[in-house]
Nanobody
């Protein structure tokens, strides 16, 4: 069964860092656009950062640009989201998703319905 597994969430103080991991079983992440999305209570799911399979281009939401970095380790079949300078407003459940690279990475990142596979999510809480 195709599966994505996120890890690395937790409780961190404002200004702290976390690194989320998204690992896949059975299929090769490098063949897909991978997106990190987040959903806070009472809010819609939003794209945080995405990386394309076709050209390696990346996209970041304005709210995280300069603080978050998405990367791939193809040998480990894993995609990472390094999150620095975390703020309370970053608190959410973070999901990784895999989808076919059918459009620009920016378009992929704002359209969750384009993704075929989703992980179970990992909670990130930023609080003092």
């Amino acid at each position: 069964q195709l599966q994505l597994v996120e890890s690395g969430g937790g409780l961190v103080q404002p200004g702290g860092s976390l690194r989320l991991s998204c690992a896949a079983t059975i299929f090769t992440l490098a063949d897909y656009t991978i997106g990190w999305f987040r959903q806070a209570p009472g809010k819609e799911r939003e794209g945080v950062s995405c990386i394309s399979s076709s050209d390696g281009n990346t996209y970041y939401a304005h709210s995280v640009k300069g603080r978050f970095t998405i990367s791939r380790d193809n040998a480990k079949n894993t995609v990472y989201l390094q999150m620095n300078s975390l703020k309370p407003e970053d608190t959410a459940v973070y999901y990784c998703a895999a989808g076919p690279s059918i459009t620009t990475v920016q378009a992929m990142c704002v359209t969750p319905t384009l993704y075929d596979y989703w992980g179970q999510g990992t909670q990130v809480t930023v609080s003092s």
